[in-house]
């Protein structure tokens, strides 16, 4: 633990007179550095929340998890400001990982078994993560990326969100032969977004787009008496197709990158870029001491954009080689090794939750929503939600903790096929020690997080123990996989209802708030 200052003094190294200076040291202490908030005193506390996720980012590509030569200053400073989850899970690919979050249960009981072909979308019955905040009195908005439904019953008006701002599909400008497609001929500049159910037509680069809307929105709603607010603010970078801006693009093609590597880690300095815009302006606002802040990513980082691993993609200044870095973990997005599912949990909430902490025990999506509803003190649908608050471990991160299971599943099986039939295919079981992938490799994590050794002929118990369990919620998530028999769309409503809106009045420009 680092010491607390007191002007130029650190308390803990003083020399004075240990009888005359305790009781002032005691008061000093008290005043500088406040003890950790309890569990019980986080508990319906009900501040703002602000919860940014990246699009394909991972785990690696931030400086301060050991990045060699990336330049993320400002997620480094939110990074030093935070308490960590250093082993948070999330699923193969990013509509899983959304609905857990939305839901907090594992994506395949919220029906979503791929991120196309109408199984990205999320279950109707399922109550919501905004819904629930909603109803305890906060404004809800979503800065950027949806990608649970394209239909309007799925979009995320319906699902409790007041403020939407997004884009269709996936990411901007997809279109695929089903209902998920984004406006037609979209771009990552100036693109065109859905705003409150009407299409904009927005100036700049995306991610800046998106950071501007919400923070727009967080000021029109930081005055409003008794009305905390919550905003998601899911950016589509750095996915693919991979383009930065240009001067982020630029550092990485001086340095010899191809376009799709530059593009790939210049939209995370752009990112870094608009964490930085973000923390300055809620510290402009007050809103530091207000607001809880949570950084994350959807999924392992691509082996797209990312570049090859071992193989250089330019030199830096020295003539080092600039190889991908993925924090020495095996795997990436798409699969189910623990650099495919592994991502950052940043958690900042100044003076109430410790910053600089790292906690090690096991958490996922699935603790999103029972955290955040029980600091908003609002209700958790008990039935559905498998997730367990996180409060308890951010008041002590030696705090009594069971251990469980964490699923993963790739799915993204044929359409049309029978589920059951690919049970056994592409998926893991993570515990706190343990992660078992498919049904024939053990890993001890803690003993080996890069996977290197196979331990299941050791521990034949501990596997048999573990494929159990992962039959035990098959089981229970079979039924409720209700988009697999469903009939791809013929249309894509945003194309349907771009076209209207064109031929009825035009796509107006958006006017970006003053910040």
């Not at 991610?207 to 005055?223: N, P």
């Not at 570049?307 to 080092?320: F, H, L, T, V």
Request: aromatic share 10%; proline share 8%; charged share 25%.
């Amino acid at each position: 633990m680092k010491p607390c200052l007191i002007g130029d003094q650190t308390l803990l190294h003083r020399k004075n007179d240990p009888m005359k200076t305790l009781p002032i040291l005691a008061l000093l202490l008290a005043l500088a550095c406040p003890a950790p908030a309890r569990s019980e005193d986080l508990a319906g506390s009900r501040p703002n929340v602000i919860l940014v996720i990246t699009d394909d980012q991972g785990y690696g590509p931030i400086g301060r998890h050991g990045h060699p030569w990336l330049r993320t200053p400002h997620l480094d400073a939110l990074y030093d400001a935070s308490t960590r989850f250093t082993a948070f899970q999330v699923a193969p690919t990013c509509s899983p990982t959304r609905s857990s979050i939305m839901t907090g249960r594992h994506p395949e009981k919220n029906g979503i078994t791929h991120t196309i072909l109408e199984r990205e979308r999320l279950a109707p019955g399922a109550v919501t993560l905004p819904q629930s905040l909603r109803e305890a009195g906060y404004a809800t908005g979503i800065f950027g990326k949806w990608h649970l439904g394209d239909e309007a019953e799925y979009q995320p008006e319906r699902r409790g969100f007041d403020e939407v701002f997004i884009h269709g599909a996936g990411g901007i400008g997809q279109k695929y032969d089903c209902s998920c497609a984004d406006a037609p001929d979209n771009t990552y500049t100036d693109p065109v977004i859905r705003h409150n159910g009407k299409f904009v037509k927005t100036r700049g680069f995306c991610t800046d787009v998106f950071f501007q809307a919400a923070l727009g929105w967080i000021k029109s709603r930081r005055e409003e008496a008794g009305k905390p607010f919550f905003a998601y603010i899911s950016t589509n970078a750095p996915h693919g197709p991979f383009i930065a801006p240009e001067k982020n693009a630029r550092r990485f093609t001086d340095l010899g990158f191809g376009r799709e590597q530059a593009g790939f880690y210049g939209m995370i300095e752009n990112i870094d870029e608009n964490i930085g815009l973000m923390t300055a302006k809620l510290g402009e606002w007050g809103l530091l001491e207000k607001t809880v802040v949570i950084f994350m990513s959807d999924n392992g980082m691509t082996g797209g954009g990312s570049g090859k691993p071992g193989q250089a993609m330019g030199r830096d200044a020295e003539g080092r080689e600039m190889l991908p870095y993925n924090a020495g973990m095996k795997g990436l997005k798409g699969g189910v090794e623990e650099g495919g599912v592994r991502v950052p949990f940043f958690v900042r909430w100044d003076g109430r939750i410790a910053a600089g902490r790292d906690i090690g025990t096991l958490a996922a999506h699935i603790d999103i929503f029972p955290t955040l509803a029980a600091l908003a003190g609002a209700k958790v649908p008990a039935a559905q939600v498998e997730g367990r608050s996180l409060l308890p471990l951010i008041a002590d991160p030696k705090a009594p903790w069971e251990d469980r299971a964490i699923f993963a599943h790739v799915c993204r099986w044929p359409s049309g096929s029978e589920p059951n039939d690919h049970q056994w295919e592409k998926f893991s079981v993570r515990t706190q020690r343990y992660r078992l992938v498919g049904t024939d490799a053990l890993y001890d994590m803690e003993a080996d997080p890069g996977q290197k050794t196979n331990v299941i002929d050791r521990h034949p118990e501990v596997a048999a123990e573990m494929k159990a369990a992962f039959d035990r919620y098959w089981k229970e998530a079979r039924p409720l996989m209700v988009n697999e028999t469903a009939p791809m769309s013929p249309t894509q409503p945003y194309h349907e209802w771009y076209a209207s809106q064109a031929a009825a009045g035009g796509i107006p420009d958006w006017v970006a708030p003053e910040l």
